[in-house]
């Protein structure tokens, strides 16, 4: 599929991601250099008052970003916005979305956000794909 | 911008795209060289803000947006500073929370923009008056 077929109204596939494991979020410390503890230890989440480990806001905004990967030789994402809505925690499975909202020009201006197994948002924003002319 | 690093991150947020992490796709793609993840930026060093001491612990991201001018390269130089541009108080339920907006830029070695970024970080009523009293 080409994103310039593409119609308002319009979804990208969605994909589901696996449940969220404490190796993931070691991996994210380690790639991204956020070693905040209440992401990978027990203790330091209880004692921020969380009842266990939360994913960082950021690896769930980067997972999201991927569903615009495979169309890069088509244009690149302008414009990435995110509100962190919800706690991502431990085996939570999280369903990453987006809808295309507008075409404006060579710009296509899409609603994403990830979700969590209770349908909840997680995190919600907006995307701006610039297609090259 | 290390082939290395940029292999890692994709890696993290499960995105083993070959246009990050494939030399041949990168070589062969209208870049002529592999690219980042839109939020690798995250991997960058800001440097330090003078008086500006945020404790690791006890902030809430609550937004985040990135502006691109076009995908950062692997193997370019990008040079990396970010800015107060703002800090307001709300009171809550929780009572009186900070909120503080960040911007960061990164730059090509000729000074041209190639992204920038802002955050804006909660900080909570008890991490606010441990700071104040400092």
């Known amino acids: 599929m080409k994103l310039a077929e593409l119609q308002a109204g319009e979804s990208l596939e969605s994909t589901q991601l696996d449940p969220v494991t404490r190796l993931d979020l ?7 250099g956020d070693y905040n503890p209440i992401h990978t230890i027990d203790e330091e989440a209880k004692k921020a008052g969380l009842p266990g480990i939360i994913a960082h806001g950021m690896w769930t905004m980067g997972n999201l970003s991927k569903l615009f990967t495979s169309f890069y030789e088509e244009g690149y994402m302008e414009d990435y916005l995110i509100r962190f809505k919800g706690m991502v ?19 296509l201006h899409f609603k994403v956000a990830a979700v969590n197994q209770d349908d909840r948002e997680v995190i919600k924003g907006t995307v701006v794909f610039v297609q090259y002319e | 911008m290390e082939r290395g690093a940029v292999k890692k ?34 991997v960058f060093d800001y ?12 902030l809430i991201h ?11 390269l692997v193997g370019e130089d990008i040079f990396c500073y970010s800015e107060v541009t703002g800090y307001s108080e709300k009171s809550g ?5 900070g909120f503080l907006l ?8 000729s000074g041209q923009i190639i992204f920038t970024s802002k955050s ?15």
Do not use: C, W
Request: proline letters at 6%; glycine letters at 10%; aromatic letters at 8%.
């Open chain 2, 47 to 58: 440097g330090v803000i003078e008086g500006l001491h945020l404790p690791n612990k006890g």
């Open chain 1, 89 to 107: 925690f431990l085996n939570d499975s999280i369903t990453l979305k987006a809808v295309l909202h507008e075409k404006e020009g060579n710009k």
């Open chain 2, 120 to 134: 804006t970080v909660i900080i909570s009523e008890a991490v606010r008056r441990e700071l104040i009293s400092q």
């Open chain 2, 102 to 109: 960040l911007q960061s830029f990164g730059e090509d070695p």
């Open chain 2, 62 to 72: 609550g937004e985040q947006s990135f502006h691109y001018k076009r995908p950062l």
């Open chain 2, 93 to 97: 339920t929780q009572g009186k929370m």
């Open chain 1, 26 to 32: 070691i991996k994210y410390a380690g790639a991204s």
């Open chain 2, 9 to 42: 991150f994709a890696e993290a947020i499960g995105d083993l795209h070959p246009i990050y992490v494939d030399e041949e796709t990168g070589k062969n793609s209208r870049f002529g060289t592999n690219i980042a993840p839109p939020t690798f930026p995250r």
